[in-house]
């Protein structure tokens, strides 16, 4: 007996994945907003069927206080501007790694006002979403707001060049993501 290919095998986990996302995202009391494709981890599993150059390690959700699991002291900052969920999910592409915090917020005000208070001191532009900057602190670092989304982007890699790249890739992939309709709608 032939033991299944290892695109079929990929193909299966994708479909698991996408599964076990689906119900995560919307399943466990998470809430979604006008013009939101489902909740964050759906969103974080469409990016990734429509970026198969891309490998997306396993997503881990935080809602409401569970923030404090993630990032310790720093969740009150987003708890102040009503942060609803936090979906969040390490991407490859080769040895290149970066992770995604995709944060949904209880309205676009909300998700306005953290984006101009986290890129307060940073000058330049990122090609994603309604508004976008980048900087380069420890690791090349991205951010950018769509409608109640806020969408924080962090780069790992060993030339600042291919991390900027990865980062760049992400951002796209995930705002066309971000602004596709509610099924049902148009």
């Known amino acids: 007996m032939r033991s299944p290919s290892a695109e079929a095998k990929a ?8 599964g076990v996302l689906t119900l995560l995202g919307c399943g466990a009391g998470c809430r979604t907003t006008p013009g939101s494709v489902a909740g964050p981890a759906a969103l974080l599993a469409a990016t990734a069927q429509a970026t198969p150059a891309l490998r997306f390690g396993p997503t881990q959700t935080y809602a409401g206080e569970r923030l404090y ?4 002291g720093a969740a009150v900052t987003y708890l102040e501007h009503h942060a609803r969920i936090l979906a969040a999910a390490d991407v490859f592409r080769g040895a290149d790694q970066a992770k995604i915090e995709l944060y949904e917020m209880a309205s676009p ?3 306005t006002r953290l984006y101009a208070e986290l890129a307060a001191s940073a000058k330049t532009a990122f090609p994603a979403g309604e508004a976008g900057c980048t900087w380069a602190g420890f690791e090349p670092e991205a951010l950018f707001r769509r409608g109640p989304y806020l969408v924080r982007l962090l780069g790992y890699a060993r030339d600042r060049e291919a991390a900027a790249s990865l980062l760049a890739e992400i951002g796209k992939a995930l705002d066309g993501q971000l602004q596709r309709p509610v099924r049902g709608q148009r």
């Not at 193909?11 to 996408?18: D, G």
């Open 109 to 111: 005000d909300d998700s």
């Open 69 to 72: 699991d993630f990032m310790d």
């Open 11 to 18: 193909a299966a986990r994708l479909s698991l994945l996408l």
